[in-house]
Each structure stands twice: as structure tokens, then as C-alpha cells.
């Protein structure tokens, strides 16, 4: 399957920087243009997000067996949707080496070196895919964290929709970040003889990273979004844009761990 999984990752990186190049002919809203790049690669890494997550809770609904057997279990389609994902992230560094330097991208390029390193397992050795399907569910998260940061690049805070994908936000962590990491953590305590040692430590690192980042991440959208909410001003986004870079940004994490957190 290495060679399949490989090309399905080659046409995900096309696509994908694909998706980058065609957003830079279409018109920003006045009210980001100041964070032209920026919002062009939120938007990219929302599609991203909407792709992957639905498909892994779609796929694990389907195909249980990949969480009761996540090293061994899994479908054909599923090694394509890992493939696709590491497409995205390959992608996405790549977007960020052209537009940034290396002192502003260098923590969500570690981070994307880790998942592309974790998920690029699964599709060299066909195995682990199952596992890789739930780090995916993080993706649901950080569709959400992608959405609320356009909308404070598009200075939409306060508004209902910023109030409706704060609430999202924080409810999905929960769910669908938090609940999967707690999960994953479990199964590698609990099979760590079925893995190799260096796995063990890699995906042990990873979890533990991103649970705490996660943890962070939640509590201070439920500080600045909820306990303390926005005051209404001229530029209500321009102050966040750099807060959440820092705080709900990737490592995140597109979305950061080698469990798929970019945001």
C-alpha cells in the first residue's frame, strides 16, 4: 500500500497548494486585508479540517474496528485519508516557508515535521492507520478554531456567529480533542508492549504536548470569549488576531502535535 498511499499524498500536496495559489486570485474581505496571507491559510486549513474530521467520525461510525484494532484494522479508504492529510500538512509548510521566515513559522513547522513524521508511519508500514483515523476527530476542533479566527480577522467580535463558534469551539475541545487524546493516551498505556519502543516515546511526547496545549488553548478561549467577552470597539480583531496566534494557533494547533492539532 506504500506506493498508493504515497501518491494519494503527492496529489493532496498538489491539491492543496493548489487551493493556496487560486485563493491569492480571489478578493479578501476589506476587513482582513491587512492579514491578506493569513486569512488565505486559515481558509485552506479550514477545507482541510471539513474534509478530515467528518471523514474520520464518519469512517470510525462505519468501521469500529479500526478503534478496537488501531494498529491492524482499518479499511483501504482509510489509508487515503491519512494520506490526504499528510498531502495537507506537507502543503501547508510549504505555504508558510514562501510567506513567513523561519523565526515566525518555526514552532508550526516542528509541529507539522511531528505529524508528518507520526502519520507518514501508518502509511509507509500499513500500519497504525485506525489510530491515526482518531487523531483526525481533533480536526472537528480545529475546524471550529479555524472558523472563530476568521472571524476575528474579519472583525466579527463580539457578534452571534463569534458567540456561536466560541461555544462550538470549547464544546468540541471537549468532545472531540480532549475526549480522543484522553483515549489515545489509555490504549498506548495499556498495549505499549505491541509498540516499538521509539513509537512509544514519539506518540507518548505527542499526546502528553498537545493534551497540555489543548488544556491552555480551551481555558483561555473560555477566559477572553466567555468569562471576560469582548468589549465592542472600532478594531475588535486586530488585538486578538495576535493573542490567539500565540494561544489557539498551531501548536498548536493546522492545528499542534502528531495528532493533527493546527488551528
Not at 62 to 67: C, E, G, K, R, S
Amino acid at each position: 500500500m506504500a506506493p498508493s498511499g504515497l501518491l494519494v499524498t503527492g496529489a493532496s500536496f498538489a491539491a492543496f497548494r493548489g487551493l493556496h495559489w487560486g485563493l491569492q486570485l480571489l478578493p479578501t474581505p476589506a476587513s482582513a486585508a491587512q492579514n491578506r496571507w493569513k486569512w488565505q491559510n486559515i481558509c485552506v486549513s479550514l477545507v482541510h479540517s471539513l474534509l478530515t474530521g467528518p471523514g474520520a467520525l464518519l469512517g470510525l461510525l462505519l468501521y469500529p474496528q479500526m478503534a478496537a484494532d488501531p494498529i491492524h484494522g482499518h479499511p483501504r479508504w482509510a489509508l487515503v485519508l491519512v494520506a490526504v492529510s499528510v498531502g495537507y500538512f506537507l502543503a501547508d509548510g510549504a505555504d508558510m516557508l514562501q510567506n513567513q521566515t523561519l523565526g515566525q513559522a518555526w514552532d508550526l513547522l516542528c509541529h507539522h515535521l511531528a505529524v508528518v513524521s507520526c502519520l507518514g508511519t501508518a502509511i509507509l508500514s500499513d500500519h497504525y492507520v485506525g489510530f491515526s483515523v482518531v487523531s483526525l476527530l481533533l480536526e472537528l476542533n480545529s475546524a471550529c478554531l479555524h472558523l472563530r479566527k476568521l472571524l476575528l480577522l474579519s472583525r466579527q467580535a463580539p457578534s452571534l456567529a463569534f458567540s456561536v463558534a466560541s461555544w462550538a469551539t470549547l464544546a468540541t475541545l471537549a468532545l472531540f480533542r480532549l475526549a480522543p487524546l484522553g483515549w489515545m493516551s489509555l490504549w498506548l498505556l495499556q498495549h505499549h508492549h505491541q509498540v516499538p519502543p521509539a513509537l512509544v516515546v514519539l506518540g507518548g511526547t505527542g499526546l502528553a504536548t498537545v493534551g497540555a496545549m489543548s488544556i491552555s488553548q480551551g481555558v483561555r478561549i473560555l477566559i477572553s470569549d466567555v468569562l471576560r467577552p469582548r468589549p465592542h470597539s472600532s478594531n475588535p480583531g486586530h488585538r486578538e488576531t495576535r493573542v490567539t496566534r500565540t494561544c489557539d494557533g498551531e501548536p498548536a494547533t493546522k492545528d499542534g502535535s502528531p495528532l493533527g492539532l493546527k488551528d
